[in-house]
Structure formats: C-alpha cells, structure tokens
C-alpha cells in the first residue's frame, strides 16, 4: 500500500473515531441540553451533574489507557472507544428516567477517553516522523465535523433529540468496524514495558503542559454544557442550534492547526488560542441574545478548541516523545478532572447566580492560563528522554519558540 495513502486513511478514521468519541458521545449532550433538561424536568445544576458523567466516564477509561496501552497497543483501545459510544448513547435513547441517562452519558462518555491516547501510538507506528505533528494536529477535527453534523441534523428538524442519538449510534458502529480494519497493523511497542515510574510524568516541562489541560477542560466542558443554554434563554428558539452548527464549521478550519504551529511555535500559538477562548466564552456572557455576538462567539471558539488539541497533542508529543501513548494519558487525565469539575461546580454556581454569571468566570480562567505556555527547548527535551531511548529514535525535537 503507498505509504501517503495509508496515512491518509488512517487519518480518516481516526478523524471519524474521535468526531464519534468527543462530537456526539461526549459533547452531543450539551446540543440538545434544553431539550433533555425539559423532557426529565431537571434543574440546571441536576443537568451539569449529568453532563458532567461524560467526562466521568472519560476519566475512568483513561485510568484504564493508561494501565494498558503498552500491553494491548492502539487498536483493541480505539474499539473499546467504538463499543462504548455506541452502548452508552443506545443507552440515553431508551432512557425513562434520569438515572438511565446518567448511566447512558457516562459510558458514551467513556468513549473519549478509550480514543485519543492510542492515536499517539498509532501515528508513531504508522506514520513517517516528519509527518507526526501535522496528523496529531489533524485529528480532533473530527469533533468538528461531527459537531456540524450534529448541528445541521437538529436544524433541519428532522425527527428528536432520541431520533439524532440513534443516528450517533449507527455511525458509531461504522466508524468502529473502519478503523478496527485499518489499526489491526499496529501493536504493543516492547520498549514502552513496565517502565513507568512517578519521575517520568514529573519531568520538565510537565507543570505548565498539566495546568493548561486542566483549564481547558474546565472552559471546554462549562461552554459546550451551557452556551447553548445561554443562548436559547435570550434568543430565538433556533439560535443555540445556529451557534452549535456555526462551532462545528469554525473547528474544521483547524484541521490546518499543525501549519499555524509550524509558524508560530507553540508557545505563541498557545497565547493566541486561550485569548480567543476567553474572548469568546465571554461574548456569550455578555451578549447571549446578539447575533454578532453569537456568530463570532462560535467562530472564535470552534477554531480554538479544536487547534488546543491539536496543541496538546503536539506538545505532549514533544514532553514525552519515548511513551507518546503513556504521556499523552496523564495529559488528557488533568483535562479529564477539569471536565468533571466544570459543569458541576459551574452548575451550582449558576442556580445561586446565572449561567451568564458563570460564563463569566469560565472565560476568567481562560484568560489566566495565558501564562502556563510550553517553554521547552530542543537541547532540554534531547536530555529529559536520553535515558530512554537512542537519539535517533527521538523524534518531534522542533524547538518550541
């Protein structure tokens, strides 16, 4: 097979795995909030709770990755991925009463943590080393084009928000089925065996990387639960449907992140992407019934979330180029804990106060991570993952200007 085809291929499915994973599973929630939070009769703060057991379940599976990912390799995580958001939203489809849909939101929710991590491995395995960052950056587009999937069902009309979640379903057990054909090359690498120890993810460098995923998860899990809310109590009935659909167009832009990198370096680009999170969380706070405000709200925040993956992506690449895997879990772990205190912390706040209070504050702690930047260096990386493996199997040593 042409090694550019195989490439192509294997980001295909990873972008449709991961669009699975995060666009439906894990954020699909937060599309038809209003709607579920209507037909259970539940409070806002009772409707973060149960946003917030998607990212439960994200965490659990990511524990999981962790332990096995150098014993199993990529592919039985990246179905395990599959499995659980095909079972978990089958399971918010039947759902009577809210337990069943706590139940059904954390195990679709466990799909995004069993998905990203092993992509690491994979493109490692599979992928030329000068063509790693530009696919790493690639593939959490996929949550984009699922958004605007999601987005453009909804506004069409067609059907309920049970209709749409079986929808997710069948596309889950297709995306499944692909990349269980395309991973089925990949394997446990024996050098990544029984070698974790607490020093290796407390490394250099590791503080400021874990900050920031800590913040984005927080900001990330309190918009995509509650913008929509937000927007549908101050505008018309389609707004918060226009919004989630403009979010998904906006992220696909960020397929290309890997070139701003490239150019900017990830400190810079890093600086760039938070400002426009906080920027745009709170228009939203601001201005939730203004379509001006709205428009560049989703435009703003659909480009940078989906480039911050990218991002961590590629600096955890960069952080821990020896256990891409291993490293990339801790990473996504500190994003995990944020996601799960988010809607329910923000949720409580936002029955004492208002979601646009809580907004608010989201985009405050978007703007206060501007500082947490990557600042590693080529020389400093060479010597962290020297006693680890040969030099010439080190690879994304970019400096990070």
Same mark, same amino acid.
């Given at each position: 097979?042409?090694?550019?085809?195989?490439?192509?291929?294997?980001?295909?499915?990873?972008?449709?795995?991961?669009? &699975?994973?995060?666009?439906?599973?894990?954020?699909?929630?937060?599309?038809?909030?209003?709607?579920?939070?209507?037909?259970?009769?539940?409070?806002?703060?009772?409707?973060?709770?149960?946003?917030?057991?998607?990212?439960?379940?994200?965490?659990?599976?990511?524990?999981?990755?962790?332990?096995?990912?150098?014993?199993?390799?990529?592919?039985?995580? &990246?179905?395990?991925?599959?499995?659980?958001?095909?079972?978990?939203?089958?399971? &918010?489809?039947?759902?009577?009463?809210?337990?069943?849909?706590?139940?059904?939101?954390?195990?679709?929710?466990?799909?995004?943590?069993?998905?990203?991590?092993?992509?690491?491995?994979?493109?490692?395995?599979?992928?030329?080393?000068?063509?790693?960052?530009?696919?790493?950056?690639?593939?959490?587009?996929?949550?984009?084009?699922?958004?605007?999937?999601?987005?453009?069902?909804?506004?069409?009309?067609?059907?309920?928000?049970?209709?749409?979640?079986?929808?997710?379903?069948?596309?889950?057990?297709?995306?499944?089925?692909?990349?269980?054909?395309?991973?089925?090359?990949?394997?446990?690498?024996?050098?990544?065996?029984?070698?974790?120890?607490?020093?290796?993810?407390?490394?250099?460098?590791?503080?400021?990387?874990?900050?920031?995923?800590?913040?984005?998860?927080?900001?990330?899990?309190?918009?995509?639960?509650?913008?929509?809310?937000?927007?549908?109590?101050?505008?018309?009935?389609?707004?918060?449907?226009?919004?989630?659909?403009?979010?998904?167009?906006?992220?696909?832009?960020?397929?290309?992140?890997?070139?701003?990198?490239?150019?900017?370096?990830?400190?810079?680009?890093?600086?760039?992407?938070?400002?426009?999170?906080?920027?745009?969380?709170?228009?939203?706070?601001?201005?939730?019934?203004?379509?001006?405000?709205?428009?560049?709200?989703?435009?703003?925040?659909?480009?940078?979330?989906?480039?911050?993956?990218?991002?961590?992506?590629?600096?955890?690449?960069?952080?821990?180029?020896?256990?891409?895997?291993?490293?990339?879990?801790?990473?996504?772990?500190?994003?995990?804990?944020?996601?799960?205190?988010?809607?329910?912390?923000?949720?409580?706040?936002?029955?004492?106060?208002?979601?646009?209070?809580?907004?608010?504050?989201?985009?405050?702690?978007?703007?206060?991570?501007?500082?947490?930047?990557?600042?590693?260096?080529?020389?400093?990386?060479?010597?962290? &993952?020297?006693?680890?493996?040969?030099?010439?199997?080190?690879?994304?040593?970019?400096?990070?200007?």
């Amino acid at each position: 097979m042409n090694a550019g085809s195989a490439e192509w291929r294997l980001g295909g499915a990873a972008i449709a795995m991961i669009g &699975v994973s995060y666009g439906f599973a894990r954020y699909g929630y937060g599309l038809f909030e209003p709607q579920i939070r209507e037909v259970f009769g539940l409070s806002v703060g009772a409707s973060g709770a149960i946003a917030s057991g998607a990212y439960l379940g994200y965490a659990l599976a990511l524990g999981a990755v962790g332990m096995l990912a150098d014993r199993l390799g990529p592919r039985p995580l &990246v179905i395990a991925a599959g499995v659980s958001a095909a079972l978990g939203m089958a399971l &918010v489809v039947l759902a009577e009463q809210p337990w069943q849909l706590l139940a059904g939101v954390t195990v679709a929710g466990a799909s995004s943590g069993f998905a990203w991590s092993p992509y690491s491995d994979a493109v490692d395995q599979l992928v030329a080393p000068a063509r790693r960052p530009a696919l790493l950056a690639a593939i959490p587009s996929g949550t984009a084009f699922a958004i605007t999937a999601a987005g453009g069902l909804a506004l069409s009309g067609v059907g309920t928000w049970r209709g749409a979640w079986t929808a997710f379903c069948g596309i889950a057990v297709l995306a499944t089925a692909c990349n269980a054909w395309l991973l089925r090359g990949t394997k446990p690498a024996p050098r990544m065996a029984g070698r974790t120890s607490l020093r290796f993810f407390l490394r250099p460098g590791t503080a400021a990387l874990y900050s920031t995923a800590l913040s984005y998860g927080v900001v990330g899990a309190v918009y995509w639960t509650f913008a929509v809310a937000a927007i549908s109590g101050a505008a018309e009935a389609t707004a918060g449907l226009v919004f989630w659909t403009l979010l998904g167009i906006a992220g696909i832009t960020a397929i290309g992140a890997g070139r701003v990198f490239a150019r900017l370096g990830l400190r810079r680009s890093h600086a760039l992407l938070f400002s426009a999170l906080g920027v745009a969380t709170a228009l939203i706070a601001a201005a939730p019934g203004w379509w001006p405000a709205i428009g560049i709200s989703a435009i703003a925040y659909g480009f940078a979330f989906m480039a911050t993956s990218g991002l961590l992506a590629v600096w955890s690449y960069r952080v821990f180029p020896d256990r891409p895997a291993v490293g990339f879990t801790a990473t996504v772990l500190f994003l995990g804990v944020g996601a799960i205190i988010g809607p329910v912390l923000f949720g409580a706040l936002a029955d004492l106060w208002s979601l646009r209070a809580v907004l608010l504050l989201a985009a405050a702690v978007a703007m206060a991570t501007l500082g947490a930047g990557p600042r590693r260096t080529a020389a400093l990386i060479h010597r962290q &993952v020297a006693e680890h493996q040969p030099e010439q199997n080190v690879p994304g040593r970019e400096a990070e200007r």
